[in-house]
């Protein structure tokens, strides 16, 4: 599976940002995808997850009711929408895929066995 994602930018605090990210390659639809972060000189950590079907998520504490991950299998992609932007939201967002349905610890990195290059989120205050 080969994963780009898209969507980055520089956004104002409490602004909204869509990132995407198309898979090509093997059957996506048998993938499960997470979406993680990376700020300066931190560890990479997970943002939100969402299983094969879109049946079940997972939402760190720190965007609850804020970020929704969706999927779409008929074109590829997963999404994720951004609301309520903060200045600590700042990183490189990466996508990834599981190699099965369901990722048995969505919160760990190791878990994971495709990802995208990333793409910058700056919020500025």
């Known amino acids: 599976v080969q994963l780009q994602a898209s969507g980055g930018g520089l956004v104002q605090a409490g602004g909204s940002l869509r990132l995407s990210c198309a898979a090509s390659?093997?059957?996506?639809?048998?993938?499960?995808m997470g979406w993680f972060r990376q700020a300066p000189g931190k560890e990479r950590d997970v943002v939100a997850a969402?299983?094969?079907?879109?049946?079940?998520?997972y939402y760190a504490d720190s965007v609850k009711g804020r970020f929704t991950i969706s999927r779409d299998n008929a074109k590829n992609t997963v999404y994720l929408q951004m609301n309520s932007l903060k200045p600590e939201d700042t990183a490189v967002y990466y996508c990834?895929?599981?190699?099965?349905?369901?990722?048995?610890?969505?919160?760990?990195?190791?878990?994971?066995?495709?990802w995208g290059q990333g793409t910058q989120v700056t919020v500025s205050s």
């Open positions: 390659g093997r059957a996506f639809v048998n993938n499960a």
């Open positions: 990834a895929a599981v190699h099965r349905r369901f990722a048995s610890d969505v919160r760990s990195p190791n878990e994971y066995d495709y």
């Open positions: 969402i299983t094969w079907n879109g049946d079940s998520t």
